[in-house]
């Protein structure tokens, strides 16, 4: 209860503005109970970013594990994954941690731990059973699956982060991602479908 409250705080007051005392009040306790969870404002809101990025990212790859048509399960992953970066909190919480980042260090290695590195690592496991089962020609698993993250994203992202643009329309992340895969696999064709 604790994170989520603290995580409703620091979503609508974003991290500087957050306070403990009005955590503390949210989830109708005391200050000093808080710090016997956590140390620090710091502290807490690793903790409550770790968690929502880490539970964002495990639910969109796990098609990963029982996909067998890999275009199929590619363009699910793709739509999932452009989906999720552009969810408001997400965007709120990359905001956030590059804004804190100079401050508390820590924040952004926890974020890549929690976020991009686990999707790379989940994409990757599942690039590798296409290799393993002579589907996909892929030299490099682990650059395999960076490259078409980075196709999924596009300017997306960048442009989210700086409130250049909106959320995309499901239509603009089919298209994205349908371009994606059609760049990802001409790098690396499949051999079946």
Known sequence: MILQRAGEEFLARGFAESSMSRISRAVGGS??????????????????????????????????????NVEATLHTIGRRYVAMFSDETVVALYRSVIH??????????R????????????LARYLASKIVA?????????????????????NLVQDLLLGAAEAPSRREIERQVDGALGAFFAIYPPTTH
């Open 31 to 68: 200050k000093s109970t808080l710090y016997v969870y956590f140390r620090s404002k710091d502290e807490l809101f690793a903790e409550f970013m770790t968690a929502e990025i880490a539970q964002r990212v495990v639910v969109t790859f796990s098609v990963a594990d029982a996909g067998e």
């Open 100 to 109: 804190e980042r100079r401050r508390f260090p820590e924040i952004g290695r």
């Open 111 to 122: 974020f890549m731990e929690a976020g991009p590195q686990t999707a790379r690592q989940m």
């Open 134 to 154: 002579r589907v996909l020609p892929i030299p490099a698993v682990e650059l395999a699956a960076q490259q078409f993250l980075a196709l999924c994203q596009g």
